[in-house]
């Protein structure tokens, strides 16, 4: 027997295949076509949650930047977190995440419209989880959003992201006397006449980093260890190819 509130979350397409109540599974884009990725990246989530906690996080809470529809935040809440605070800056993403969370009956699940950059990480407070899933690579300022990632994380933040090809070597930096070392590197990609999409930026400019340029920056900004996580072999393949990557910044 499905409820209201399963009929509503059935009767229409997800970018997620949620899991309800009755066993019905949400409807997912273009026939399931992304859920490989969805799979591939909870399933990489799951090992470092386990790895860096063990499996009672019922003293654990998490937050979970671009939280899109809750996909992320939902598997935190049913893997015992006490308190999961999923923030997205769409209000169509934070009623849907909240559908989500009502059908599945996860009172743990908090919900916050925000621009990641508009964080008031003062009086948020640190998490010991902060989820950065799918999100720096639609933004203008990466680097930004990482710190508001870092202002937040107690213990653990996990990036994943698109990245690009990296490039290094030497620059003259003003001078042939003044020689640099690049340290990674950014492409811009095109989003301005996608900003409507559901899953695209909100200003259209986008800064995609290397992997190289995102674990620099990281360290930069104050993870003491990070590193790329492994991916299973049957992953989905941007990630088993490194387009993706996810990477995980410990503070302790
Ligand atoms: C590709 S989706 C990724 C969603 C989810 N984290 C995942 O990995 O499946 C990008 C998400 O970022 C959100 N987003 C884009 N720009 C944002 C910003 N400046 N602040 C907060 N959320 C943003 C979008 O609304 C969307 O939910």
Not at 14 to 23: A, M, N
Not at 68 to 81: D, E, K, P, Y
Not at 97 to 102: F, K, N
């Amino acid at each position: 027997m499905s409820s209201d509130l399963e009929t509503r979350a059935l009767s229409r397409p997800w970018f997620y295949p949620f899991k309800l109540p009755s066993g019905a599974t949400t409807p997912s884009y273009d026939g399931g076509w992304l859920d490989g990725i969805h799979h591939t990246r909870s399933a990489m989530l799951d090992i470092a949650l386990r790895a860096r906690f063990g499996n009672d996080f019922s003293q654990r809470n998490a937050v979970d930047l671009a939280c899109h529809q809750g996909w992320f935040s939902v598997q935190l809440a049913q893997l015992g977190f006490r308190d999961v605070l999923s923030v997205d800056a769409r209000s169509e993403h934070i009623a849907d995440a909240t559908l989500i969370r009502d059908t599945l009956t996860l009172p743990q699940m908090r919900l916050l419209q925000s621009d990641v950059h508009a964080l008031d990480t003062a009086a948020l407070g640190a998490f010991d989880v902060c989820l950065c899933l799918g999100l720096i690579y639609h933004l203008e300022n990466p680097v930004g959003a990482l710190r508001v990632a870092r202002a937040l994380t107690r213990h653990v933040c996990l990036v994943e992201t698109q990245v690009v090809p990296n490039m290094s070597g030497m620059v003259d930096y003003g001078s042939y006397k003044f020689v640099r070392a690049l340290q990674g590197s950014f492409g811009i990609i095109d989003e301005i006449d996608d900003t409507h999409g559901p899953e695209a930026s909100t200003t259209g400019i986008c800064l995609v980093p290397s992997t190289e340029a995102l674990c620099w920056i990281m360290r930069k900004i104050g993870f003491s260890r990070v590193e790329v996580l492994p991916v299973p072999a049957d992953g989905y393949e941007q990630l088993l190819h490194g387009k993706r990557v996810m990477v995980a910044g410990y503070v302790d």
